[in-house]
């Protein structure tokens, strides 16, 4: 599946003087958008990231070898030399002007679903909707946001261009479908509609003003 989704990268050793040790693969960062509308579904534009991912890899090692450079020189905790540092600094500009000719990829999504149960480590997130699929998130989450099972939540992925950040947030339960039957559960395809994530004050006050409404 990783090479369906990302490109080749760029494997190199570590030096023995590295803090860390054995083979690595420099990745160019378009791979995160990649994967990000991968996950969403759109393989068309998903492949379009991909390709230039690949390309500037391609450069990059073409770059490397020119210099004489070794790709372990660029990782984070290395310290690069003078000519190193130019390959960074063109390894930036050129992943910019990439990302300026590229569609644009939305920094957040949220997914409407339920809570519907838990083993005591993990708790199953359903996603609304036909073809909603399930989620198992820590419990550690979704006890730190306030839940628990039964409870509707949305589940934000926030892109922040180097990794994805996922939390769960309150959902606001606003109507149930009418076909709904005392029994039914989210995972046979009951549709429904919850708001946008609030504040922790607005939306205990609007859950309770829909208590009182009743």
């Known amino acids: 599946m990783r090479n369906d989704v990302l490109s080749s990268g760029v494997r190199f050793t570590r030096r023995r003087s590295s803090r860390l040790a054995g083979a690595g693969t420099l990745y160019s960062r378009l791979n995160v958008y990649a994967a990000v509308l991968h996950r969403r579904g759109d393989g068309t534009t998903a492949g379009t990231y991909r390709a ?22 660029l990782e984070p905790l290395a310290g690069p030399s003078q000519s190193g540092w130019k390959v960074v600094r063109w390894l930036c500009d050129e992943t910019d002007a990439a990302l300026r000719t590229l569609p644009a990829v939305s920094y957040q999504e949220s997914i409407a679903g339920i809570l519907t149960s838990t083993d005591g480590k993990k708790v199953r997130f359903t996603e609304v909707g036909d073809g909603g699929i399930d989620h198992e998130l820590p419990w550690g989450m ?6 628990s099972v039964g409870d509707p939540a949305l589940l934000m992925s926030e892109f922040t261009g180097s990794c994805i950040v996922t939390r769960l947030q309150p959902g606001f339960l606003t109507s149930l479908p009418d076909q709904m039957s005392e029994d039914a559960t989210p995972s046979e395809g009951m549709e429904l509609r919850l708001g946008h994530p609030l504040g922790d004050e607005a939306f205990t006050s609007a859950l309770f003003d829909e208590l009182r409404s009743e």
């Open 52 to 73: 230039q991912a690949q390309r500037i890899e391609e450069e990059l090692m073409a770059w490397l070898n020119h210099l004489s450079l070794d790709a372990a020189e």
């Open 142 to 147: 979704v006890e730190s946001a306030g839940l």
